[in-house]
């Protein structure tokens, strides 16, 4: 439901919009194999639902990749669809059942996405730091694209952990005041 947007809900996505580009900075100056570039997104698809969950996955790629990381312009679309399937997944903001689970469900359209793009576009190579696995898997008889699907699954999955219990984290210390004026 999209509710009436106000200056709490254009906060927090801009909010989000820093934590995503710091988070992604992080990572690829530091040359991690996860991404840290969802974090905003998540929170954002969480409290306010899918479809604001996809406004700091574009925003933030568009200022990176404008930026710092040319790369993140074409994964564009993988912030979209993980903003939108978060939302749906957290739609009744149960945070604290199934963690694995649904950061497992959550990374799976996401990864399928970011393996076509880093197979197909890129060559198996981008800033991130696990471009040294799939190019490793990329010489044995799994080939390319299933070795970019099978190491950003697994890069995916835990960058997805990691944000998730950050976010409900951060989730479960705000204040039901703020989160009553986020839900309307």
């Given at each position: 439901?999209?509710?009436?947007?106000?200056?709490?809900?254009?906060?927090?996505?801009?909010?989000?919009?820093?934590?995503?580009?710091?988070?992604?900075?992080?990572?690829?100056?530091?040359?991690?194999?996860?991404?840290?570039?969802?974090?905003?997104?998540?929170?954002?698809?969480?409290?306010?639902g899918p479809f604001y969950g996809l406004f700091?996955g574009v925003l933030s790629a568009l200022v990176?990749?404008?930026?710092?990381?040319?790369?993140?312009?074409?994964?564009?679309?993988?912030?979209?669809?993980?903003?939108?399937?978060?939302?749906?997944?957290?739609?009744?903001?149960?945070?604290?059942?199934?963690?694995?689970?649904?950061?497992?469900?959550?990374?799976?359209?996401?990864?399928?996405?970011?393996?076509?793009?880093?197979?197909?576009?890129?060559?198996?190579?981008?800033?991130?730091?696990?471009?040294?696995?799939?190019?490793?898997?990329?010489?044995?008889p799994l080939g390319l694209t299933l070795s970019?699907?099978?190491?950003?699954?697994?890069?995916?999955?835990?960058?997805?952990?990691?944000?998730?219990?950050?976010?409900?984290?951060?989730?479960?210390?705000?204040?039901?005041?703020?989160?009553?004026?986020?839900?309307?």
């Open positions: 439901m999209l509710g009436k947007i106000n200056v709490h809900k254009i906060t927090l996505i801009a909010l989000a919009i820093v934590i995503n580009i710091v988070g992604s900075y992080i990572a690829l100056v530091l040359h991690l194999p996860i991404y840290l570039d969802s974090m905003g997104t998540i929170m954002t698809a969480i409290l306010l700091p990176t990749g404008m930026t710092s990381d040319i790369y993140a312009l074409y994964y564009m679309p993988v912030g979209i669809v993980l903003g939108i399937v978060t939302g749906l997944i957290f739609q009744r903001r149960n945070i604290s059942n199934k963690l694995f689970i649904k950061a497992f469900c959550i990374s799976i359209p996401a990864s399928l996405i970011s393996a076509c793009i880093t197979a197909n576009v890129f060559g198996g190579i981008t800033s991130s730091g696990s471009t040294m696995l799939v190019q490793l898997l990329a010489k044995t970019c699907l099978i190491v950003q699954f697994f890069t995916d999955y835990f960058d997805r952990l990691l944000s998730l219990w950050l976010v409900f984290s951060v989730i479960k210390k705000l204040p039901d005041s703020l989160t009553n004026k986020l839900k309307n």
